[in-house]
């Protein structure tokens, strides 16, 4: 079955920078795109971005742009989200999720709560 | 504050049945598909409605996705105390080129 299983939690420091990785499992890896969608607490869904694992484009939201960095390796089967010049505003749970089509997330990771604090 | 406007906030008795509006415009909605998630407490969002009124295996048949023009619905129907959850909907946005929310409806079950 379609697993993505996601890193652990971190604690950083402002002005840090922040690498979450999404290991997949039980699909053909490349020939999906993985999308980034962030939840600060008690606050709604917002995508940060994608990558299309079977070419590389990635795509990020103007939001985060020169912030952060999707990438991928296709041998490990795992997708990364890098985020840097962490903020306290940054503070938020943290998804990776498999994306079928336009805006259809249909598998999703566990979360990464990632916390910004000095 | 997002493209999509839903409520905040609905509920209903076990039993009743309850409709989740998801407003947009005709750059988002009125030209797309539009997917429904469900979170509950405390875990990941999961997929609940694709393609607007397609329901993916596992999702009951109490849950139903509708769209007409420049909205969407979302109607559960004999509710049970396992539907209370936050319900988003999503649409791709072709000048964002990528998915974006509404603002979530909390979902309480009296």
């Known amino acids: 079955q379609v697993q993505l299983v996601q890193s652990g939690a971190e604690v950083k420091k402002p002005g840090a920078s922040v690498k979450v990785s999404c290991k997949a499992s039980g699909y053909t890896f490349t020939n999906y795109v993985m999308s980034w969608v962030r939840q600060a607490p008690g606050q709604g869904l917002e995508c940060m971005g994608w990558i299309n694992i079977g070419n590389g484009y990635t795509k990020y939201s103007q939001r985060f742009q020169g912030r952060v960095t999707i990438t991928w390796d296709t041998s490990a089967s795992t997708a990364y989200m890098e985020l840097s010049g962490l903020r306290s505003e940054d503070t938020a749970l943290y998804y990776c999720a498999r994306e079928v089509s336009f805006s259809e997330l249909d598998h999703w990771g566990q979360g990464t709560l990632v916390t910004v604090s000095s | 504050q997002s493209v999509l406007t839903q409520p905040p906030s609905a509920s209903g008795t076990p039993g009743q049945g309850v409709t989740i509006s998801c407003s947009g415009s005709?750059?988002?909605?009125?030209?797309?598909?539009v997917y429904w998630y469900q979170q509950l407490p405390g875990t990941a969002p999961k997929l609940l409605f694709y393609r607007s009124n397609q329901r993916p295996s596992g999702v009951p048949d109490r849950f139903s996705g509708s769209k007409s023009g420049t909205s969407a619905s979302l109607a559960i129907s004999g509710l049970r105390s396992e539907d209370e959850a936050d319900y988003y909907c999503a649409v791709w946005d072709d000048s964002l080129g990528g998915p974006v929310f509404g603002g979530g409806t909390k979902l309480t079950v009296l």
């Open positions: 005709s750059s988002n909605i009125g030209s797309t598909y």
